[in-house]
């Protein structure tokens, strides 16, 4: 989804949610975000993949209907639906990306941030969510080095051969790229609240700053 006409000097934001289909309360909260926000989205360029995995989704399923873990297409191997989805993002930039995911191992909330502009912004994202989840603890989180729920490291092309979405996000299109990680052990009803405020925070900072 995109804004038929979008204001001319409007942040442009990307959103995507739902490339696992088991990690429903990333959909289901940048779905009630859309809904709860009219307003904001005609004061943005959104660009929004409420969910990139439907089959997933409705099977309850992390990969697609071949066994593919499409978060590791975008790079040499992109299945019909990726190359669908980069042909839409052709030659567009965007101030802020959000990947919206969630993580069965988790502790709490935790988010990716590829350290590109500054100040960085991921510190302000987890103390909205803190009040519907508890940030993650772990001093290492996915075997990378994470501070008060926040694992921010640079990324260079060849750090993984099958690049995740996050990694063509920033080498081609955005300014600032975060991915969200809720717990999916717990409430979903808390994860999908902590997604909105997320969500609400980072496109404030995004319109704040222009």
């Known amino acids: 989804m995109e804004a038929a006409r979008p204001p001319a000097n409007a942040p442009a934001i990307y959103f995507s949610a739902g490339i696992h289909g088991d990690e429903a309360a990333a959909t289901e909260g940048l779905l009630a975000w859309a809904e709860k926000n009219p307003a904001i989205l005609k004061t943005i360029r959104p660009l ?4 990139l995995n439907p089959w997933g989704l409705v099977h309850n399923n992390r990969l697609d209907e071949r066994g593919r873990d499409l978060n590791r297409c975008y790079g040499k191997r ?5 190359r669908d989805q980069i042909l839409v993002m ?20 935790y988010i990716y941030e590829v350290p590109a502009k500054k100040p960085y912004w991921a510190e ?3 103390a909205a969510a803190s009040a519907h989840l508890p ?3 772990r001093s290492r989180i996915e075997g990378r080095s994470a501070k008060n729920g926040i694992v921010r490291r640079k990324i260079s092309p060849d750090l993984m051969p099958d690049w995740p979405e996050a990694f063509l996000l920033h080498f081609q299109h955005s300014g600032r790229t975060f991915t969200i990680e809720t717990p999916s052990e717990m409430d979903i009803a808390l994860r999908v609240v902590a997604h909105v405020a997320v969500i609400e925070t980072a496109v404030a900072e995004c319109l704040a700053t222009r």
Not at 48 to 51: A, E, K, T, V
């Open 124 to 126: 302000k994202l987890l």
């Open 78 to 82: 992109k299945p019909p639906q990726i």
């Open 90 to 109: 052709e030659k567009r930039t965007f101030d802020l990306a959000l990947t919206l995911h969630e993580d069965y191992d988790a502790h709490g909330i």
């Open 48 to 51: 929004i993949f409420p969910c």
């Open 135 to 137: 940030s993650d603890s």
